[in-house]
């Protein structure tokens, strides 16, 4: 999801999973964040006295605010929405979650 010329500048590339457990390391008292903003308000509640600095305020993913554990339990128990890409579009969304679960 990134250029692999910002990927070559980082100390460390992960997952939100992974950027979380990055932040509890001792080693780690400052961070530069680069995804989605939301996550800088949970690295500060779990890593209090660490500093989080956001590559920019103005990565916010508005359809990330949408979304409640109320509809994800709904969507998985009733398979819907249904989603339908191009056979093209669905290749490459299949290889990019699964260079995403790789990391993991």
Not at 1 to 30: F, H, K
């Amino acid at each position: 999801e990134c250029r692999p010329d910002v990927i070559a500048l980082a100390d460390e590339v992960a997952s939100t999973g992974g950027m979380i457990r990055y932040a509890r390391r001792d080693d780690v008292q400052e961070m530069i964040v680069g995804t989605e903003i939301g996550i800088i308000h949970r690295l500060k509640k779990e890593n209090p006295g660490k500093k989080f600095i956001p590559v920019t305020e103005q990565a916010v993913c508005p359809n990330m605010k949408l979304i409640t554990l109320e509809k994800v339990l709904w969507s998985l128990e009733e398979m819907r929405p249904v989603v339908k890409v191009p056979e093209a579009t669905r290749i490459k969304a299949k290889a990019a979650v699964d260079k995403m679960l790789a990391i993991v």
